[in-house]
């Protein structure tokens, strides 16, 4: 059984307005049996911060289109995507894509 | 395309005399500059500052597109245009403030509404695009149009406080599609008109947007390949992410694209080509 | 001081309508703004996107202060005046540019160089300061105005690809003597006549500088406070250094303070109060 | 006797000028008996690295008027000025001040 795993969980663009407008969330993963990956830190946003409509930031197991994941500063497409593994401190940030002028 | 220039006049010399003092610019740099051309799509919050400043800069032309008219609400940002250029075309307007800053600068407006059917033919006209827009639509026409005319895209973009700016289509980078695989839900994108922009926010990306464009026209390069720069006006703090390189299986830049010609941005979105009312009854 | 306004007119409401939607601004911020004078101490290359910006989004009164005409070599970065505005004043060029963006704003062009005369008579009938010039003893002769007058300095600079943004004599931080006690030897000073600047860097530090100008004025205050915002353009990357608060033995704003009126800052900095010939011979 | 030391310097504001127009220097300052601090840094970067009008960039045992020194994104005076104690991996900053505008 792993620690908890403490994460800097950042939204902007607009995906901040899904979570009481709040940008920047210091959060505490349980410990579990295994290491936990970005498709579980998915679900576990939608159940513990995600206050209303969830269909505007999750489709299926993986955000709706129009959000950017970056792990750590790097686009999550370098870094594994849904099988990024996390670690202790990573930052996490979800940014809703603009597209005004 | 551009009457080849080979060396400055003396006017030129004068008026660029703080640039060419650059050693990363110089008289090459400006030279280079004078016979490049830039298609600013969008004479709006980023179209305004990004054609005054390219402008001022002596770009050799610039074509500048919008469809719409000026309207009091756009003037907070919009620093362009004039009180009393209210109702006229954008293109126009902007036009005319460009000519009465550098009139040595080429300025072709066109008020018409980028579209699969014209996209092609005015982007291949030009050497560098920048992306003004302010719709999802037209910012995947302006995408696909670029890579099939194998053009650089600089893209930014701007909502309230915040602004994104990235190069697309550039040196081994990934283009829009790459990125954004599939367009956001309608219900899903708000607009400047829905969610409202803080002027001096275009304005900071717009200006920025001008900068790669003229690293890339001067022969210096973009420093954003492969590269997102984010801004966060509330905290005034900027951030840059490392992008993902062209993906194979992209649909218009990859190695087997299933889009090979201009299609229905307006069906393919959900969304009507407007930053005006969202939602496209289909 | 400017009239006391405690609602928008329908004008106001459907010109601001973009920025009125931003919960961190609306209409409490809009009236604010409404409320605040700023002086803008040269109208050149940070000075054009500054007062450019402010006015668009409405601030009450703005004071533009410059000496200088304007020259075909101004023209590649100060984006208000226009060629045929060439051999007129900076400031009333700037002020009619100003006026045909927004009617509303009140403007008042002074032609004429700030002295350790005129300084604190000016400044006093403002509420916000910012730092447009382009050399040393002018800046020192601002910074000692406004620590002496009790107002927010948003100061910017640029040269070269390079800019540099801080908020001076804020909330416990410090002021420019805090920073820098002593002047750099005048062989060390390079201006932008000699050096060479980039047009669109003092667009991008202008823009920034209007920004956390807007945000003071609003209400919302400066993110900048005790930092220094640096941008190097040539790699298109900002840096924020986190610095001394305000220092107990400054000379101005210290606890026994030598400086307690405006001195001859020339003198003091070995060097002439423009950036055309950088030396004084004394 | 300590271990060599690496440091990333940088130079800005045209203070690059005086160092071949290199903004960024990585250095290795040899292992001595004590810590290395910014004093002898100094002395260091003016033996070692300063090609040409020394005035420029020193006065006395200190930075010449005008250039800001930053150690880690932070102002000197806030970490000891002089007397901070250099770690390894630390990046010392000399940015001279921009007047322009
Ligand atoms: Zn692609
Ligand atoms: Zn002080």
Known sequence: MAAPLSLHLEFGGGAELLFNSEKKHQVSLPGQAGPWDIRQLLVWIQQNLLKERPELFIQGDTVRPGILVLINDADWELMGQLDYQLQDGDTVVFISTLHGG | ?282
């Open chain 2, 1 to 282: 395309s551009l009457t080849a220039k080979s060396s400055l006049s003396n006017e030129d010399i004068m008026r660029y005399s703080r640039q060419l003092l650059l050693p990363e610019f110089g008289v090459k740099g400006q030279i280079n500059l004078s016979k490049t051309s830039v298609l600013v799509v969008g004479c709006g919050g980023l179209g305004c500052p990004l054609a005054q400043y390219l402008a001022a800069a002596g770009v050799g032309r610039l074509g500048l597109i919008d469809y719409d008219e000026v309207e009091l609400n756009n003037l907070h940002r919009q620093v362009l245009h004039r009180e009393e250029n209210q109702g006229q075309a954008k293109a126009l307007s902007a036009a005319s403030a460009i000519k009465s800053l550098n009139s040595t600068v080429q300025c072709c407006p066109y008020q018409l509404q980028l579209s699969p059917e014209n996209a092609l033919d005015l982007i291949q006209q030009y050497d560098i695009v920048a992306d003004c827009s302010d719709n999802v639509p037209t910012r995947y026409l302006v995408n696909d149009a670029c890579v099939l005319s194998g053009k650089p895209l600089v893209s930014a973009s701007a909502l309230r406080m915040e602004g994104q700016l990235t190069i697309y289509n550039y040196k081994g980078g990934p283009c829009y599609r790459c990125l954004y695989p599939a367009p956001p839900p309608p219900d899903t994108v708000t607009n400047c008109s829905d969610g409202g922009v803080l002027g001096v926010v275009p304005g900071i990306m717009g200006c920025l947007q001008a900068l790669e464009v003229f690293k890339i026209a001067s022969g210096q390069g973009s420093s954003l390949h492969q590269q997102l720069m984010m801004f966060d006006a509330q905290d005034a703090r900027f951030r840059s992410i490392k992008l993902r390189p062209r993906q194979s299986d992209c649909a218009v830049c990859g190695q087997n694209p299933s889009v090979t010609k201009l299609v229905d941005y307006e069906s393919f979105c959900g969304s009507a080509a407007t930053d005006k009312c969202r939602k496209l009854n289909l």
